[in-house]
């Protein structure tokens, strides 16, 4: 009997690797996870530090913009003038024209928005918590643009000028988002469902720093004025 040839595989037959052989798509698992996880713990780090900063100030510093803008950015960034509206559906300003025509920086981070006067402030002035409260864009005059940011029952709390028509939009797109997004966290936190609340660790920073600076908001106009009412006519107060 001839002995057999052995024959050449044909050209489309596939090759089978023994299992060492192959390469191991596991092996680089670990250190992409260990590159994340270190990652994750150098931001902490960063928040930590930072949080102490502001502790240790007195929230005067920590929580500078950038710092307040996270590797993601804001949900809103843009410059406005910004005033304390005269409550009960009043506008003291003339939307908009209010005592304080200097333009701010306004961000919107999480469920609040922070406002700077300058890049280089190393804490926000003061922060608004967008929960409960609705933004509109007023009729526009003197080529600028009016949002106003009221109650659910319609009071006038703060008035904004845009002078670009885009920024009032997206401003009040960010700030409607953001606000059901701050009523959901509430309902789920008042449920003991805080633990479905998975946030960016720059969002978790912004919204502790929110909570210190709400009381350094600007005090509203309707108390100012009562305030001066009771100095000429202290029977007023007892009204």
């Known amino acids: 009997m001839a002995e057999e040839k052995s024959q050449p595989a044909p050209r489309n037959s596939t090759v089978a690797f023994a299992v060492d052989d192959a390469p191991k798509s596991s ?16 931001r902490s780090s960063f928040f930590r530090l930072k949080s102490l900063a502001f502790r240790k100030s007195g929230g005067e510093k920590g929580a500078d913009i950038n710092t307040l803008r996270g590797s993601h950015g804001p949900e809103f960034e843009g410059l406005a003038t910004i005033n304390r509206g005269g409550g009960m559906g009043i506008s003291c300003g ?10 701010k920086i306004i961000l919107i981070k999480g469920a609040y928005c922070f406002i700077f006067a300058t890049e280089s402030d190393p804490a926000p002035k003061y922060a608004i918590s967008l929960a409960h409260m609705k933004s509109k864009i007023q009729s526009p005059s003197h080529g600028v643009h009016h949002v106003t940011i009221e109650t659910t029952l319609g009071d006038v709390d703060w008035e904004l ?5 885009q920024s ?6 960010a700030f409607q988002k953001q606000a059901v997004i701050g009523e959901a966290d509430e309902v789920r936190k008042r449920l003991g469902h805080e633990n479905l609340i998975n946030k960016r660790g720059s969002v978790q920073y912004a919204e502790t720093i929110a909570q210190k600076k709400l009381k350094d908001q600007p005090e509203k106009k309707e108390n100012v004025l009562l305030e ?3 100095r000429i006519d202290p029977m007023t107060a007892a009204c």
């Open 228 to 230: 001066d009412l009771t």
């Open 94 to 103: 003339c939307f908009g024209w209010g005592d304080d025509k200097k333009q």
């Open 161 to 165: 000028t845009f002078e670009e028509k």
């Open 168 to 173: 009032a939009q997206k401003f009040v797109e």
């Open 27 to 42: 092996d680089k698992k670990p250190k992409a996870k260990k590159r994340i996880s270190k990652r994750g713990s150098l």
